[in-house]
């Protein structure tokens, strides 16, 4: 298809009002909407893989889009009524039909990959940490765009109906928001819900755990087998005139579902796996992060340090001797798993997300005497962080708020609440603090215990 032959086609399609939808809808979702993807490590523009995973996320609403885009596009020589009169010329069925799915596709290509295109400028300003392994991930949702968007358009064809292109687009919808979970529960016995293996037949993605992960190669490759049988499928259904090849058109599509199966992975909380070399660390003598975050080891290295000086004079022997972020991946809702020598940390914890300086050391300070045993993937507040706050205290032999743990009310209450614990655990002899210490962080360590009520005397349980 040449440069004439696509103008004329844009001039004369719904094709560029698709791709100025799509491209002002997403950008609005991105730059309207706070959460989730422009708070946190894991925003849009702040790595360059969770730059490509949140533009695929898009593609929960961006492909039925351009699925109904591409019926509606189909639709055009039925409403026009010349689709005899287009049998009867010389030109190739299948030319006339990659001239107007190559205009429609073309449009919603532009739309995304300008999304990608603003992405990409923003993400060199925040990361250091540059490399081309997100490029599998954008180069599939293409793909998938131009296989919804040449499924629609054959399938309008096949079936010319005004109630086409929304029926597609929802029945798209729906099915991959709604129909493609499991039930599942969790580690701590709470009901929830899960992609299944269809799920992944989606080119959306969920969500982003976090900066260390990536798809897996084996997703890419299914999905590209997918999304290639419906592209097959969509064009064959273009060019087909009588009901036997129509169905003849379908085997495309069936065989590529069955190959993407045997290709996708059976369990879809495997479809992310390590990015050994984002999560690979650097190191400032005993304080290291990930080379995704190389760029914050300048304002750690110190602090971290001064929070180990502190952990040794209060702990001695028994006191951690590194700080290192934690780039351990644990599936959500298991109980995360500690080390004694080691202060793991993650800089989307609340105590982190903010913290400079002093407030750095106290962070890690009380992260390293009590880590946390809520579930993974979950946001909570209790004993634990009730524990850090006395802990903390006691190494630094003042009690204050820790940084980043809620408004100056909660954390008014929060030290009114430990205060008398805290007074008391001081008011002990220096070898009864530090044998209640060391049981405190045996059960905050092992999370097989209430690291607060061994604070407060009592047993872990």
């Known amino acids: 298809m040449n440069v004439r032959i696509l103008g004329t086609e844009l001039k004369r399609s719904v094709a560029p009002w698709g791709g100025v939808v799509a491209l002002a809808t997403t950008s609005a979702l991105l ?4 959460e989730p993807w422009s708070e946190t490590t894991t925003a849009w523009t702040g790595q360059w893989t969770s730059m490509a995973l949140w533009t695929r996320t898009l593609l929960f609403y961006l492909w039925p889009f351009a699925i109904g885009i591409g019926a509606l596009q189909g639709l055009r020589d039925h409403r026009s009524k010349i689709s005899e009169l287009l049998t009867s010329t010389p030109r190739p069925p299948w030319h006339r039909a990659a001239t107007v799915a190559g205009t429609t596709a073309f449009a919603l290509v532009t739309a995304f990959v300008s999304l990608i295109l603003v992405g990409a400028v923003q993400v060199p300003a925040h ?8 490029l599998p991930i954008s180069v599939v949702g293409v793909l998938a765009l131009i296989a919804g968007a040449v499924l629609g358009m054959g399938v309008a064809r096949a079936l010319p109906s005004v109630l086409t292109p929304p029926a597609l687009a929802m029945g798209v919808f729906v099915f991959t928001a709604v129909l493609a979970r499991t039930e599942t529960t969790s580690a701590p016995g709470v009901p929830g819900a899960e992609p299944n293996r269809i799920a992944l037949l989606s080119p959306a993605v969920e969500e982003v755990p976090n900066t260390f992960v990536t798809l897996s190669a084996s997703v890419h490759f299914g999905q590209t087998i997918w999304m290639l049988g419906l592209a097959s499928t969509g064009f064959a259904l273009l060019v087909a005139a009588t ?38 660390p650097v190191c400032d003598g005993s304080v290291c992060v990930s080379r995704a975050q190389q760029a914050r080891l300048a304002g750690l290295a110190g602090p971290g340090k001064e929070a180990l000086r502190l952990l040794h004079g209060a702990l001695g022997g028994r006191a951690p001797v590194t700080v290192r972020e934690n780039t351990t991946l644990q599936p959500d809702g298991a109980t995360p798993r500690w080390s004694r020598t080691t202060v793991l940390f993650d800089f989307d914890d609340d105590m982190f997300a903010s913290a400079k300086g002093q407030e750095v050391t106290k962070a890690l300070i009380a992260q ?9 993937g979950w946001s909570t507040f209790g004993d634990d962080q009730l524990a850090q706050t006395v802990a903390a205290g006691w190494v630094l032999g003042d009690l204050e708020p820790l940084p980043g743990t809620g408004s100056a009310a909660l954390n008014r209450v929060v030290v009114t609440r430990v205060r008398p614990v805290w007074e008391e655990l001081m008011a002990l002899p220096r070898a009864q603090q530090l044998a209640r210490i060391n049981a405190m962080r045996a059960a905050a ?17």
Do not use: N, Q
């Open 368 to 376: 390293g005497m009590v880590p946390g045993c809520g579930p993974v």
């Open 31 to 34: 730059y309207l909407i706070s």
């Open 243 to 280: 009901p036997r090849t129509r169905l003849l058109a379908l085997a495309p599509v069936l065989a590529g579902a069955a190959l993407a199966l045997l290709v996708l992975p059976a369990d879809p909380r495997r479809m992310f796996v390590l990015d050994e070399a984002a999560a690979r």
């Open 127 to 134: 990361t250091a940490y540059a490399h081309l392994g997100w």
């Open 445 to 461: 360590l092992s999370c097989k215990g209430d690291a607060f009520e061994v604070l407060k005397g009592g047993s872990p349980r």
